[in-house]
C-alpha cells in the first residue's frame, strides 16, 4: 500500500497521469487504509490548490420536461419524479438567484437548462441572462450548461461573457448506450471540444453509482484526463423516484472517497469538484472529501435539495479550509495560460484491469428518498445559499 500511495502522490506533484492499474487499485483498497489514500489524495490537492475551495451556485434556469432519455435523470423524457417544472426564468429572475449564490460566497454561477441542446433563439436568451448577471454581480464567473451545441452556439455564448461550458461525459464510452438512447457519447466529446476551441474554459465530469465497474469508473476519468479539461464535476448518483434508476443504491461513504481519491490522483491540477450526492451518499464523512476535491456546490442542486448554505460554509471552516475569493485565480498558473511550470505529458498507461488494493465488499443500501427542491429558482421561496 505504502508503495501505491508514495507513486501516486509522486507522480501528482508532478502533475504526471498515474496507470490505469493504480487508478483501479485505489478503488480497491481496503477501509484499514481509508484515511492513508485521503492523506495522499489530500497532498496532491494541496500541492495544486492549497486549502482553497471553491463555491459554485446553481441556477436552473429552465427545469423538467426534457425529450432526452438519461436514466439517472429526474427531468428526462417520462420522468414522474415529483420535481419543479418550469420553462424559462426571465434574466432578471436569474440574475436575483445568481446574486444569492454570490452573497452566499460563490465564484461561479452556473446557469443550467434542461433539454438535448438549445435552439439559437434559446442561446440568445442565455446570452441576456448572461448579461444581466454579470451586471448584477459585478462579473462572477458563469458557465453555461445547455446540452449539445451547434455550429457558432458557443462563440454566441463566449461573446455574451460565458466564462466555462459544462457538459458531463457522465460514463465510459463502451457503456454509454445502457444510460442512453437519444444521444451518443460522441455527441457529448463533440460539445466539450466546441467550448474550448471557442474559448470557454471546459468543464465535464461523472456521475457515479450506475451500476458501472471499477473500470468504467477509470475508463471516464482517463477520457477527461486527455480531453484535458479545466474542471471535473463529481457527482454520485441521485436515485430519484420515478426514473429508471430508482433503486440503485450502490454507495457507501466510503466508495465515494476512494472514488474522489482516484479523480484526484488522474486529474492532478485540475478542479475537482464535488456535486451531486454528497449529502446523500457521504454523510457524516463529507468533510473527508475536502481534502481531495476543491470545489463544491453551495446549497440546492437543480431539482434536489442540498444541505443549507450556511452548513456548507461551517463546513468548510471547521475542516480548516477557506472559500477561495473572487480575486484568487482558481487553476494553477501553467493552466492559465502563464509562465508556470507546465506538468509533464500523459504518461502510458498500462490496462489490464487488475486491482492491487481490496474491496470492502458489498454496499449497504441506503433507501432514503431523494429530497426534491422546493425553493430558489421558479419558486416564490428564497433560494439556500
Ligand atoms: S439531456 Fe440533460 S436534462 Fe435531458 S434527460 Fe439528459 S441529463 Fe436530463
Not at 509522486?10 to 487508478?23: H, K, Q, S, V
Not at 463544491?296 to 456548507?312: H, M, N, P, R
Amino acid at each position: 500500500m505504502d508503495e501505491l500511495l508514495n507513486s501516486l502522490v509522486e507522480t501528482g506533484l508532478r502533475g504526471g497521469t498515474p496507470t490505469r492499474n493504480e487508478a483501479l487499485a485505489v478503488l480497491r483498497t481496503s477501509d484499514d487504509d481509508l484515511l492513508d489514500v485521503v492523506a495522499a489524495a489530500g497532498k496532491v490537492r494541496r500541492r495544486w490548490f492549497g486549502r482553497r475551495v471553491k463555491l459554485n451556485y446553481l441556477v436552473n434556469l429552465k427545469s423538467g420536461l426534457c425529450p432526452e432519455d438519461c436514466s439517472y435523470c429526474s427531468q428526462r423524457l417520462g420522468s414522474r419524479a415529483d420535481i419543479l417544472k418550469y420553462t424559462w426564468l426571465k434574466p432578471e429572475e436569474a440574475a436575483d438567484a445568481a446574486a444569492a449564490g454570490v452573497r452566499g460566497g460563490a465564484k461561479r454561477v452556473c446557469v443550467v437548462a434542461s433539454g438535448r441542446g438549445p435552439t439559437d433563439g434559446d442561446v440568445a436568451r442565455v446570452s441576456r441572462t448572461i448579461e444581466a448577471i454579470k451586471e448584477r454581480t459585478g462579473g462572477v464567473e458563469v458557465c453555461a450548461c445547455l446540452g449539445l451545441l451547434s455550429d457558432g452556439q458557443a462563440e454566441q455564448l463566449r461573446a455574451a461573457g460565458a466564462d466555462a461550458y459544462n457538459h458531463n461525459l457522465n460514463t465510459a464510452e463502451a457503456t454509454y448506450g445502457d444510460i442512453c438512447t437519444t444521444h451518443t457519447y460522441d455527441d457529448r466529446v463533440a460539445t466539450v471540444k466546441e467550448a474550448r476551441t471557442a474559448g470557454l474554459s471546459p468543464c465535464s465530469g461523472l456521475i457515479a453509482g450506475m451500476g458501472e465497474s471499477d473500470e468504467d469508473l477509470v475508463d471516464v476519468v482517463f477520457s477527461l484526463r486527455e480531453l484535458d479539461v479545466d474542471s471535473v464535476p463529481v457527482n454520485f448518483l441521485l436515485p430519484f423516484e420515478g426514473t429508471p434508476l430508482a433503486d440503485q443504491w450502490n454507495l457507501t461513504p466510503q466508495r465515494v472517497l476512494r472514488i474522489l481519491a482516484m479523480v484526484r490522483f488522474v486529474c492532478p491540477d485540475v478542479e475537482v469538484r464535488l456535486a451531486a450526492g454528497r449529502e446523500v451518499h457521504l454523510r457524516s464523512l463529507q468533510p473527508l472529501a475536502l481534502h481531495m476535491v476543491n470545489s463544491i456546490f453551495l446549497g440546492d442542486y437543480l431539482t434536489s435539495e442540498g444541505q443549507a448554505g450556511k452548513a456548507d460554509l461551517e463546513m468548510i471552516a471547521d475542516a480548516g479550509f477557506e472559500v477561495e475569493d473572487a480575486e484568487t485565480t482558481t487553476m494553477p498558473a501553467h493552466r492559465n495560460g502563464s509562465s508556470g511550470a507546465a506538468p509533464e505529458e500523459p504518461a502510458a498507461a498500462v490496462a489490464d484491469g487488475s486491482g492491487a488494493g481490496s474491496d470492502s465488499g458489498a454496499a449497504e443500501r441506503s433507501h432514503a428518498r431523494v429530497a426534491v427542491r422546493r425553493r430558489g429558482a421558479g419558486t416564490e421561496l428564497p433560494p439556500n445559499a
